[in-house]
C-alpha cells in the first residue's frame, strides 16, 4: 500500500503562485509514477502534471504548460507542483495520485491506484 498526504493549498490572487506537495508513504518503491490532478466544482477530475519516478520525465495538460512544474524530492519521498502565474480557472481541489506500473494513458484517473485526500486551491481575480 501506499500512503499519500496533500499539503500547501489556500487562496491566492490572480497572478500569484503557490506551492502544494504530495508525501508518500509505505511501498514507495512499488511507484512508477506519480500525477497531479485538480477537481473544480460540477467538472470531472482532470490530469495536470505527471512525474515518472526514476526517469525523471514529466508531462503537462496544455493549459499549464509553462506556469506550472512538477518536481520531486526523492530523500523525501514527495512531489511538489509549483503554479506561477495562477488563473481563477485553475481553482479547483488538488489531488495527487499515484502509479504502480506504466501506462499509456497517463491522463486518465483510472492509471493511479492511490489516491490523497485533495487540497484546495482558489484563485481570486
Known amino acids: 500500500q501506499v500512503q499519500l498526504v496533500e499539503s500547501g493549498g489556500g487562496l491566492v490572487q490572480a497572478g500569484g503562485s503557490l506551492r502544494v506537495s504530495c508525501a508518500a508513504s509505505?511501498?514507495?518503491?512499488?511507484?512508477?509514477?506519480m500525477g497531479w490532478f485538480r477537481q473544480a466544482p460540477g467538472k470531472e477530475r482532470e490530469f495536470v502534471a505527471r512525474f515518472v519516478w526514476n526517469s525523471g520525465i514529466t508531462n503537462y495538460e496544455d493549459s499549464v504548460k509553462g506556469r506550472f512544474t512538477i518536481s520531486r524530492d526523492n530523500a523525501r519521498n514527495t512531489v511538489y507542483l509549483q503554479m506561477n502565474s495562477l488563473k481563477p480557472e485553475d481553482t479547483a481541489v488538488y489531488y495527487c495520485?499515484?502509479?504502480?506500473?506504466?501506462?499509456?494513458?497517463?491522463?486518465?484517473?483510472?492509471?493511479?491506484?492511490?489516491w490523497g485526500q485533495g487540497t484546495q486551491v482558489t484563485v481570486s481575480s
Open positions: 495520485g499515484a502509479a504502480s506500473t506504466y501506462s499509456g494513458t497517463y491522463r486518465n484517473v483510472a492509471s493511479y491506484g492511490y
Open positions: 509505505g511501498r514507495t518503491l512499488s511507484i512508477y509514477s
